[in-house]
């Protein structure tokens, strides 16, 4: 009987071996591998190009690179971390966890998942393409118009404008499939009596992000779609001459930008819950409650767009209620932040690298989340806006909110994924590393917002001066640190000492019920909820 | 009650960062506006509110931290799952606190500060428009003292400065040649748009920004309640010269504006006034008005950018003819690019007049290494008929 089980199993195991194995597979951990090295490539590269930034800004005047040059820098480097570093690290780990977490064998639709993510190295390529060719005398470079494609400069834009236009495309269509195959999957394949109330966490900041992306990734594609036709085809849908509103752009733009950030955040606010409880030894504190508000939060995003363009001009109505219905975010908010620290409060604490970084997490992201509320206040955001003080801002809710959170969850997942252990001191040395060099580099950035320095301008004034220094030492310590990091992983996947099956003592969820690493095929026996 | 002791200690830290908010070189600078004032205001109330938020939660952070560590023996509290009604009791409150301090506390102010912002009719005593283009801004006096007067402001920093090749100013890229006057402690009522993409004009000390979008008129206000000069820039990516349209602002007593008015009108009546120039005189013009204008593209040289900005060394369009047989200028000739733009390159009808077109071209064409033979100069009386 038993020799039998290990032969179908075998069988199924069974899967080419070298390149064939990856381009060809379908297998959820196999393509959870892939898209969180994509990530982890991509999150060096953009890194690399702010780190081009800072060194400009070190000092006033023009040292490195002309004014072209940089606006092409800051905009493929924030389409870099949002599309290819944050958002894939997001789906490498839906990929790998879902399944595991649920009790399922694999995800619903493996075939549209392989596809989902090779779409991204080529959107990748059309992104930095361009950019590379100039770097070499070709052609005149990326979009220089920033991330946000605003016309009418997107419009007298150069080929890089194209580009760019294209890889969203691409990156839109993938992330379309990969929210189609966590719905799909987490609708049929729970586990017999995992209700929906009863899904872990992640699972549930997933199935919401699922659904943010299904809404609003369609309205992005539309939107450059138009931008395409009024750039070759004579359309004039941002062209005021020909009856159209390049105002229009930015509420269709933001109409998907504002969900995105939640896109990029629900999936952390998933897990960082189960690192908490984890590491507290004790369960998280109100489930029912963080689910709602993960709803909440969900629906309130796609009604707030307009509070990233206040000074475009609006009718005072309309400028209310976005002011708001903006502020209306922080309940919710506030509610996921009670329950974090509740499930902290009265634990049984120890703190490994995973929960240094949840931790750390929670008190940086409170910041970019404060600094948010003051945001919305139509009044003073007339000064906030498009000064530094919104750079320090979002950089605290997608650094230190989104890739201090992944970088939790990779090293919470890490010994599961490799079946090792992860070298801790290395791992802590990197959380303080991170922690404190992100600090000096974007504490110094609200100063110099409030003082009146625009972003977007590849030299300043004067007066500017001391703090851009101390914010460029702050940026290459900030890179420099993340070398460990990947160090540390590379080392982790090579070997170590042997991870346990539940890995953390206060572990609890099904994922942690199999081995470290887990077989091929995760539950070939379905297990069962009570 | 230790719990207390570390809030109290984070509220005492609080307080001594209050300092901080009187020195302004790490807040806004000192506001002139009243609306600049209000949101300083606003600011500053809501820095303390989330200030002391973030203090209270990171000192319960903190203590839970320290106290309940598993090093330390502590025992994880076996935590009844909590009934419903009491977890609806718990996570209620941080509900109804931000509740209270977004409808109430910060909402009520915000709201007037919207409708005071938004105001830009009441009591306004004089209207101005401006015009973003890239990468100058350009100022109309629509009313008033000064109707008519019209004029581009330029930034005045040097290309040595820029490029560390010179000594930078104290006002390193944010001085200008023409800086927009406005009298002490009138309403001025601003008309804003643009010519080409979007701007945004900005000067932080009056606390008003708002984006010039090409085709709209979008509106602000400004009531400058102290003399002075006040320097801002450009807050929207306009392109490779967003870092360099600086805003700068002029606010003096109402006499002197009156004088600064009379004068200006004057003189734009001198310039605008059409006369036969010679070729060295159009040259010599043609200089100052291309050094201004077109350098950042083309560079000074004229050997511009290529394939963004071609150089206009040897251009045939700076070479070729201007006018037809009839007289009239012909189509994607050198009158036509300046009048009418076409892509990148703007169209200047709107902001250069007659003789500054006129001696422009004149001086591309006999300048940066050209000699034209075909229509080698062009007189303001010629754009003057062109424009008709």
Known sequence: MSTTTVAHHEEHSDHPTGIMRWLTTTNHKDIGTMYLTFSLVMFLVGGLMVLGIRAELFRPGLQLMNPDFYNQLIGVHALIMIFAALMPAATGFANWMIPLQIGAPDMALPRLNNWGFWLLPPSAILLTLPFTLALFGIGDGALATGWTFYPPLSVQGGIGVDFAIFAVHLLGVSSVMGSINIIVTLFNMRAPGMTLMKM???????????????ATIPVLAGAVTMLLTDRHFGTHFFDAAGGGDPIMFQHL??????????????????????ILQTFSRKPMYGYKAQVYSLWAIGALAVVVWAHHFFTAG????????????????????AVLFFCWIKTMWKGSMSFETPMLFAVGWIILFGIGGLTGLVLADVAADAQYHNSYFVVAHFHYTLFAGGIMGIMAGVYYWLPKMTGHMYNEKLGKVHFWLTAISFNVTFIPQFFVGLAG???????????????NMISTVGAFILGLSQLLFVYNIIMCAKGGQKATDKVWEGAEGLEWTLSSPPPYHSFNEQPVIK | MQVFKKIGVGLAGLLASLNVFADYSWNFPEPVTPMALDTLHVHNKFMIITAIIFFAVLAIMIYSIFAHRKSKGYQAVADKAPSTAVEIFWTLIPFAILLLIDFVIMGIPAYHSVVMMEDTRDKSTMVIKITGSQWRWQYEYLDGDAK????????????DQLHNKAEKGENYLLEVDNPLVLPVGEKVRILMTASDVLHNWWVPQFGSSRVAVPGFIRETWVQVEKAGTYRGQCKELCGKGHGYMPVVVNAVPMEEYKVWAAKKQEEQKAANEIKEMTKDDLVALGKTVYEKNCAVCHQVSGAGLPPAFPALTGSKIALGPVFGADGKYLKDSHMDRLLNGKGMMPAWKATLNDTEIAAVITYERQALGNAATVDPIVQPAQVKAARE
């Open chain 1, 453 to 467: 320095m625009p972003r977007r301008i590849p030299d300043y004034a004067l007066q500017f001066t001391e703090f």
């Open chain 1, 314 to 333: 609006m009718p005072v109505p309309a400028l209310l209620y976005f002011m708001y219905s903006t502020m209306a975010i922080s309940l919710p908010l």
């Open chain 1, 200 to 214: 872990p966490m992640f699972a549930w900041g997933w199935l919401i992000t699922a659904f943010l992306l299904v």
């Open chain 2, 148 to 159: 008519g007067v019209k004029f581009v402001s330029n930034l005045t920093t040097s290309d």
């Open chain 1, 253 to 274: 733009f933001w109409f998907f930008g504002h969900p995105e950030v939640y896109i990029l955040l629900l999936p952390v606010w998933g897990f960082i819950p189960q």
